[in-house]
């Protein structure tokens, strides 16, 4: 039988077998732990921008002050506000335009990396991962956006 490990970050439940799968001989698909949570932040990213999109079309053009003041507005679930690894997200807003922001692995600001609106060209676990008004200014390399 094989052993097959669940673990649920952000609500994205990731599936790893530890040996040959059983039904269909599928070989073990295992990918670094730092890119499964770039998987889930770029996920969870893509979803607080859409409700931050929807919140703005409710209250005239105007994002919500705070992640916080969101959540409770859609009673949304607490875990969507933390990155792949744990951390909360950064929001900086002028009230009609915002930043939403993953300060990756080691959780500090780094230089833009890629061209805006563009991906890390290399394999990199620290990049930041940042939307603009609801559009990608940075992601990593080989995540869907």
Known sequence: MASIR????????????????????IPPKTKHPDF????????AMRSISQEVSHYMTEHQGAAPNTLEELRL????????F???WGRPFSFFTTGQSYVLASFGKSGSPESQRASPGG????LDYESDIVIVDGKWAQTPLDVDQ
């Open 6 to 25: 669940r673990a649920a970050i952000a609500g994205v439940t990731v599936v790893v077998c530890a040996s040959v799968c059983k039904l269909g001989a």
């Open 119 to 122: 991906v890390v060209q290399e």
């Open 36 to 43: 499964v949570a770039q998987i889930v932040t770029v996920s």
């Open 82 to 84: 933390r990155d792949g």
């Open 73 to 80: 507005a859609y009673d949304l679930p607490a875990k969507w």
